[in-house]
T-cell receptor, first 112, second 116 residues
């Protein structure tokens, strides 16, 4: 079955530590890839997206993600997290049909 | 400012009642979507509409209904047939640009529905 997997459900790290969140998908063919962030009780905000071209994409708030076709992965990274980065992060995939399929999300907790 | 407005932010429903969640956008987006969010399950697609007066079922449409009479509006009705309606509901919209890079969704701030 087609799916989007985020293997880490909860990540806890200290402020200024580096962050990497994993995302794997099982769709065949061409995919468009997204990372969204959600603060508690709020909607989702787009961090970055990948359609084609350079496999390392830069997003807002200092986030970046790397697309690896051979691994069907689109991992999100940030070199140094801030307390304000505590939120839930969702990876999503589109098959050019203008619908998104989401992973289960990863909750990030940042300790002072 | 352009955006998506969901109302109300909190909604309480008694067993057996239908309730309607509002979603309005002024982004001139073609497509609109409803997702349900439960803890640990991500977002699941309920219904979507790519054009006025047309909509399609998503993965979990049972117990829900929608209408798309205007481009700006896509209300969701949670009927009494939905056995477990307590959840966070998110509305989203997007352009539908055939052959063009897609920008993804713009989301509303959500409605939390609780059955009491």
């Amino acid at each position: 079955a087609q799916s989007v997997s985020q293997h880490n459900h909860h990540v806890i790290l200290s402020e200024a530590a580096s962050l990497e969140l994993g995302c794997n998908y099982s769709y065949g063919g061409t995919v468009n890839l997204f990372w969204y962030v959600q603060s508690p009780g709020q909607g989702l905000q787009l961090l970055l997206k990948y359609f084609s071209g350079d496999t390392l994409v830069q997003g807002i708030k200092g986030f970046e993600a790397e697309f690896k076709r051979s691994q069907s992965s689109f991992n999100l990274r940030k070199p140094s997290v801030h307390w304000s980065d505590a939120a839930e992060y969702f990876c999503a995939v589109s098959l050019n049909d203008y619908k998104l399929s989401f992973g289960a999300g990863t909750t990030v907790t940042v300790r002072a | 400012d352009g955006g998506i407005t969901q109302s109300p932010k909190y909604l309480f429903r008694k067993e057996g009642q239908n309730v309607t969640l509002s979603c309005e956008q002024n982004l001139n987006h073609d497509a609109m979507y409803w997702y349900r969010q439960d803890p640990g399950q991500g977002l699941r697609l309920i219904y979507y509409s790519q054009i006025v007066n047309d909509f399609q079922k998503g993965d979990i449409a049972e117990g829900y209904s929608v209408s798309r009479e205007k481009k700006e509006s896509f209300p969701l009705t949670v009927t009494s047939a939905q056995k477990n309606p307590t959840a966070f509901y998110l509305c989203a919209s997007s352009f539908d640009l055939m052959g063009q890079p897609w920008a993804g969704y713009t989301f509303g701030s959500g409605t939390r529905l609780t059955v009491v």
